[in-house]
């Protein structure tokens, strides 16, 4: 009896692995996708100003959100909507369409002209909002949730 293997009461196999929680792919999909909802508004919003007013066209309209605005809306909503199907290229798109996010938030200098610690506030809110994306798109409980996808 003192050879400890096949004894009554033991398990010969270790407890399967829980199933991964999907918190953090559904909450990248979920942000990634009202991101891009919201650069898609941005992106209308710059297209009509950009075509429509010579006036506001050096103030609120620059050439660099026009190619960065549509890329992040494109690959975020479509990152999101394959994220939530448990497709590895949505993980990728969303993490791909935020750094198209940060390549708009740093593209024209002209735009962040700080005076202050207060005008920093929202910059670095968002930043962080940004970055909490990409942290959650990349997790690896994200891959582990995505790889377990059932074909049916």
């Known amino acids: 009896m003192s050879y400890p293997h096949n004894q009554?009461?033991?398990q010969r196999y270790p407890a399967p692995a829980p199933p991964p929680n999907n918190a953090t792919a559904v909450l990248a999909a979920t942000f990634g996708l009202c991101l891009g909802?919201?650069?898609t508004m941005g992106t209308f919003a710059t297209y009509s100003i950009w075509s429509d007013?010579?006036?506001f066209r050096s103030l609120f309209a620059s050439e660099p959100?026009?190619?960065?605005?549509?890329?992040a809306a494109m690959l975020l909503v479509a990152g999101g909507i394959l994220l939530l199907r448990r497709l590895t290229v949505g993980r990728v798109f969303v993490i791909v369409g935020v750094l198209a996010v940060f390549g708009d938030a740093f593209a024209d200098p002209t735009l962040r002209i700080v005076h202050g610690i207060a005008d920093l506030i929202f910059p670095v809110a968002f930043f962080a909002f940004y970055l909490a994306i990409v942290v959650l798109a990349a997790h690896p409980a994200t891959g582990r949730w995505i790889r377990t996808r059932t074909y049916a």
């Open 8 to 10: 009554f009461g033991q």
């Open 37 to 39: 909802v919201w650069f």
């Open 53 to 55: 007013d010579e006036k």
């Open 65 to 71: 959100q026009l190619i960065f605005r549509p890329l």
